[in-house]
C-alpha cells in the first residue's frame, strides 16, 4: 500500500494499481491528488476537506467515478446523488479492492454554539486510518493524526496519540500554519516518537510512504 499526502488534510492510497483518495478539499490545490482514483471519501462538509465544484467536475469527467461519504455531505451533493453513497459508523464495504469501515459518526466540538456537523472516519484494510475532524478510538497501525485545527491543543494530540498507540502516525490538517507553527507542530510529534517507539511525523506535500 502506498500513501501521499497532499495538500492540508487529503491523502491518496493505492493499492494493485488501485487508488482512492480522502478529503481533496479547498486546501488540496494538487490536481494528481485525484488522477485515476477510483473514488472519492469525504469525511465531512467543511471546506478544507471538501469542495463541491471539485467532486461535480470529477464525477462528469469519469463515469465509473464514485463518493462515499456521510450523510451531511450527500445532502450537499443532490446534483450527483446517483453516485454518492452514504457510509456511517460500523458500516463495511469494499471500495476500489480496499476494505473501508465507516468510523465515527460527529466532528469534535469546535464552537460552545455550534451543534457539531457530521463526520465518519475511514479504516482502510485496517491498517491506515483517517479520522477527519475527530478524535475516535481505533486499534490500527497507521494513524492520519490531525495535527493543528482551531478544535484541537497540543494536549489533546498527545493525549490521542498515547492512547492509540500507533505504529506509526503521520500528520495531517496542518495547512493553517506557517513556518513556525509547523516547526512546533514537528517538535511535539518528534517528542512523543521516542517514548512510543513510533515512525511519528509530519509528511510534507507530495511526500509517499509505503505501508
Same mark, same amino acid.
Given at each position: 500500500?502506498?500513501?501521499?499526502?497532499?495538500?492540508?488534510?487529503?491523502?491518496?492510497?493505492?493499492? +494493485?494499481?488501485?487508488?482512492?483518495?480522502?478529503?481533496?478539499?479547498?486546501?488540496?490545490?494538487?490536481?494528481?491528488? =485525484?488522477?485515476?482514483?477510483? $473514488? /472519492? &471519501?469525504?469525511? %465531512?462538509? %467543511?471546506?478544507?476537506?471538501?469542495?463541491?465544484?471539485?467532486?461535480? $467536475?470529477?464525477?462528469?469527467?469519469?463515469?465509473? =467515478? $464514485?463518493?462515499?461519504?456521510?450523510? !451531511?455531505?450527500?445532502?450537499?451533493?443532490?446534483?450527483?446523488?446517483?453516485?454518492?453513497?452514504?457510509?456511517?459508523? !460500523?458500516?463495511?464495504?469494499?471500495?476500489?479492492?480496499?476494505?473501508?469501515?465507516?468510523?465515527?459518526?460527529?466532528?469534535?466540538?469546535?464552537?460552545?454554539?455550534?451543534?457539531?456537523?457530521?463526520?465518519?472516519?475511514?479504516?482502510?484494510?485496517?491498517? /491506515?486510518?483517517?479520522?477527519? +475532524?475527530?478524535?475516535?478510538?481505533?486499534?490500527?497501525?497507521?494513524?492520519?493524526?490531525? !495535527?493543528?485545527?482551531?478544535?484541537?491543543?497540543?494536549?489533546?494530540?498527545?493525549?490521542?496519540?498515547?492512547?492509540?498507540?500507533?505504529?506509526?502516525?503521520?500528520?495531517?490538517?496542518?495547512?493553517? =500554519?506557517?513556518?513556525?507553527?509547523?516547526? /512546533?507542530?514537528?517538535?511535539?510529534? $518528534?517528542?512523543?516518537?521516542?517514548?512510543? +517507539?513510533?515512525?511519528?511525523?509530519?509528511?510534507?506535500?507530495?511526500?509517499? /510512504?509505503? &505501508?
Amino acid at each position: 500500500m502506498r500513501l501521499t499526502k497532499y495538500g492540508h488534510a487529503c491523502v491518496r492510497v493505492e493499492k +494493485d494499481s488501485r487508488a482512492i483518495v480522502i478529503d481533496p478539499g479547498v486546501m488540496t490545490p494538487e490536481p494528481e491528488a =485525484l488522477a485515476g482514483v477510483e $473514488a /472519492v &471519501l469525504i469525511t %465531512h462538509e %467543511h471546506v478544507d476537506h471538501f469542495e463541491a465544484e471539485r467532486l461535480y $467536475a470529477a464525477v462528469a469527467a469519469d463515469a465509473e =467515478l $464514485a463518493v462515499y461519504t456521510c450523510s !451531511g455531505v450527500a445532502r450537499r451533493l443532490e446534483g450527483i446523488r446517483d453516485r454518492v453513497r452514504v457510509v456511517a459508523d !460500523g458500516d463495511v464495504l469494499t471500495v476500489a479492492g480496499f476494505e473501508v469501515v465507516g468510523v465515527g459518526e460527529k466532528h469534535h466540538l469546535s464552537h460552545p454554539d455550534a451543534e457539531p456537523v457530521d463526520n465518519v472516519g475511514f479504516l482502510l484494510d485496517g491498517e /491506515v486510518f483517517h479520522p477527519g +475532524d475527530a478524535l475516535p478510538l481505533v486499534d490500527v497501525p497507521t494513524l492520519l493524526v490531525p !495535527g493543528q485545527a482551531p478544535w484541537l491543543t497540543v494536549p489533546d494530540l498527545i493525549g490521542y496519540l498515547r492512547e492509540m498507540g500507533p505504529r506509526r502516525a503521520y500528520a495531517i490538517h496542518d495547512g493553517l =500554519l506557517n513556518e513556525w507553527g509547523l516547526k /512546533v507542530l514537528d517538535s511535539v510529534l $518528534a517528542s512523543e516518537a521516542g517514548p512510543l +517507539d513510533a515512525d511519528i511525523r509530519r509528511l510534507l506535500p507530495g511526500e509517499s /510512504v509505503e &505501508l
